[in-house]
């Protein structure tokens, strides 16, 4: 396994970016610098620096706009440029550069995650630290202020991981007419009806995980009727059928991600993936660092488990196909590397091994 020095990265890590760079890669690092360039060779699977894209502490998660021509990013701080709240600054992508063009503090602390609606025209950012969720309407990729917000109460059983509402993810169902809040505190999704024109959202129910579950990320399969939770403190994953009357969601099937004697305590789950076809679907897990690998019915999107292979280093925070998804890109927030395999296109099967790069504490892969 090849790794790039973290003296290189320093090195290379400056304003100036590659003349001949071939897919620019962004890269969110839980560090002052924040987000991180890097060059991609999509032939032989390489990373390379490129600098330091944009200076913004604790970049947990980034996210483009339709077209490319827009990149938001969330910072998690308990303060933001004078206020108490985390932050969302949103950049022009410029020759693979970032250009800051408009900055907002969120609802709260701890702005650990954000997602855009299929429109481009609504962002929604959940507050890990102030267990909130908050939205903004989105022109020419600048932020308005705050249009919605709500703050939570709920609480679960665990009560060092669960004492106050933790808001984790937020995500659009397929016709962008409901969004999702995960609360891994309160062990439920929150849903709403989304009002695309004003960005303002509206209760219409939530659903319910196992008491002490800890559901972190919701990811809707291609067939646009089912989406996957993954549970952060159950180490599982719920499969749930989407009703587009009403935006509810329903478990048809659950899956334990860790094997039998191995300890829930130390293992938690964390992102999914998955491949375009909808025929592979991925989890990564920390602690027993690991990804999961499971066949997926096209049609129904019902899994079929197939086994788990090495993610590389330690802490897998965010994980990615690349844009050919001959490759999976793995963000190894504990080892401050990014690890890549290569990927069997017609099975979905992941190498055993693969090359890992230094990148500073790594928290999100964004493909240009």
């Not at 760079?21 to 890269?27: E, I, K």
């Not at 984790?168 to 409901?178: I, L, T, V």
């Not at 069997?344 to 090359?355: D, I, M, P, Q, R």
Request: aromatic share 8%; hydrophobic share 40%.
């Amino acid at each position: 396994m090849r790794t790039t020095s973290a003296a290189a990265l320093a090195v290379s890590a400056s304003p100036a970016f590659s003349a001949n760079r071939t897919t620019r890669v962004f890269v969110g690092s839980n560090t002052p610098d924040g987000i991180l360039a890097f060059d991609w060779d999509g032939v032989t699977g390489d990373l390379k620096p490129a600098g330091v894209a944009a200076r913004l502490a604790s970049v947990d998660w980034i996210t483009y706009a339709p077209g490319r021509k827009f990149l938001f990013a969330s910072s998690e701080v308990d303060s933001f440029r004078g206020q108490p709240a985390g932050g969302v600054v949103s950049y022009r992508v410029v020759n693979g550069a970032l250009q800051e063009l408009s900055a907002r503090a969120s609802a709260s602390v701890g702005t650990c995650h954000i997602a855009l609606d299929h429109t481009g025209r609504v962002l929604l950012e959940a507050d890990y630290g102030g267990g909130s969720a908050g939205s903004f309407l989105v022109q020419e990729g600048r932020l308005s202020q705050l249009a919605w917000s709500e703050h939570y109460t709920e609480h679960g059983p665990n009560a060092s991981r669960q004492a106050s509402a933790h808001a984790h993810f937020a995500s659009f169902s397929p016709d962008n007419r409901f969004a999702y809040i995960n609360d891994l505190g309160g062990d439920c999704i929150h849903i709403y009806r989304l009002n695309a024109a004003t960005a303002r959202l509206t209760a219409a129910g939530s659903y319910r995980a196992e008491p002490g579950a800890g559901p972190r990320t919701l990811h809707f399969h291609p067939n646009g009727i089912t989406a996957y939770l993954i549970n952060e403190m159950g180490s599982s994953v719920d499969v749930l059928a989407w009703k587009k009357a009403d935006g509810s969601l329903s478990r048809t099937a659950h899956f334990e991600l860790l094997e039998k004697g191995e300890d829930h305590t130390i293992s938690t789950g964390c992102d999914t993936v998955i491949s375009r076809d909808g025929r592979s679907v991925y989890f990564a897990h920390r602690g027993i660092d690991f990804l999961s690998q499971f066949k997926a019915d096209a049609n129904s999107g019902a899994l079929t488990p197939v086994g788990r292979t090495s993610c590389g280093g330690k802490t897998p925070r965010n994980f990615v196909l690349d844009p050919t998804e001959s490759w999976m890109l793995v963000a190894n927030q504990g080892s401050s590397l990014i690890s890549v395999f290569s990927r069997n296109k017609a099975t979905g099967a992941l190498a055993a091994e693969g090359k890992s790069y230094a990148a500073a504490a790594p928290m999100c892969i964004l493909f240009g």
